[in-house]
């Protein structure tokens, strides 16, 4: 799985999981664990990771990671978000998400990347081609820590969210970090990879991640969702051992 990662990019892997996903889904069937976004269930879970494999991390039938289950368990158990008729802004759409979020028939949802194939609108993030106060939900899911830019892309996400919408913003963050840790002359693709975790990242985020947001005008907090759950559900989800969910309210 690793040197998948490394050798192809993201938009192809994309395109390669579509047509081996149904294969790869049934060769792994079982009972041990189980993905809460689609109630499937498999006898294992894949390995992850571009560098340090994560055992037992991606569901073979939809490609949900850690990040992706704890999320869904957040959207259905703790908001309305999941049910209400509201318009929603997707971000570099991941796939066990997307096909899910397009057959919702009460969302108005629009998907944006610059180079997935699953978005519907090929659009820079520091740049987005839409009208202020538009989105009631925007999901931007591990993107921000691409992006050479951050704030920038953050004042965007700001602009387009309607009063009192909701910013989902979930990045590999340090809560060990007081400080974010960038570097713009690190630019060799193993040193990325060593140092901020993957070859295409441009920082680690620190808790300071949450003044970011503020400082563009959000009130951003992290969401420890994990404790809401029991321990059997989180080893039968196969969930992370910590992560909180960042939430910013315009």
């Known amino acids: 799985m690793k040197w998948l990662l490394n050798l192809f990019p993201r938009p192809w892997l994309i395109r390669l999981s579509i047509w081996f996903r149904p294969l790869i889904k049934l060769y792994y069937s079982g009972s041990r664990f189980s993905d809460p976004i689609d109630g499937s269930s498999y006898r294992k879970f894949l390995s992850y990771g571009y560098d340090n494999l994560r055992e037992n991390a991606l569901c073979p039938g939809t490609l949900s990671l850690e990040r992706h289950r704890l999320l869904w368990l957040y959207l259905e158990r703790e908001t309305s978000f999941l049910s209400d008729s509201i318009k929603v802004l997707h971000v ?4 066990v998400f997307y096909q899910k979020f397009k057959s919702f028939s009460h969302w108005k949802y ?5 180079h997935s194939p699953l978005a519907d609108v090929k659009a820079d993030i520091c740049a987005l081609p839409f009208k202020d ?5 925007i999901l931007c899911n591990h993107v921000l820590e691409h992006i050479p830019n951050d ?7 700001y602009r387009v969210l309607k009063k009192g919408g909701t910013l989902v913003a979930q990045v590999p963050l340090d809560e060990n970090r007081t400080a974010t840790f960038e570097d713009d002359s690190i630019i060799d693709r193993k040193e990325r990879t060593k140092v901020f975790g993957q070859y295409d990242h441009v920082r680690v985020y620190g808790t300071d991640f949450y003044s970011r947001l503020d400082n563009i005008g959000f009130s951003a907090k992290g969401i420890d969702f994990l404790p809401h759950l029991s321990t059997e559900e989180r080893k039968r989800f196969a969930l992370p051992k910590s992560e909180k969910i960042p939430i910013a309210i315009k």
């Open 110 to 114: 629009t998907t944006t990347d610059l």
């Open 151 to 157: 704030r920038k892309a953050m004042s965007e996400l």
């Open 133 to 137: 106060n538009s989105y009631d939900l």
């Open 92 to 95: 570099a759409p991941e796939q």
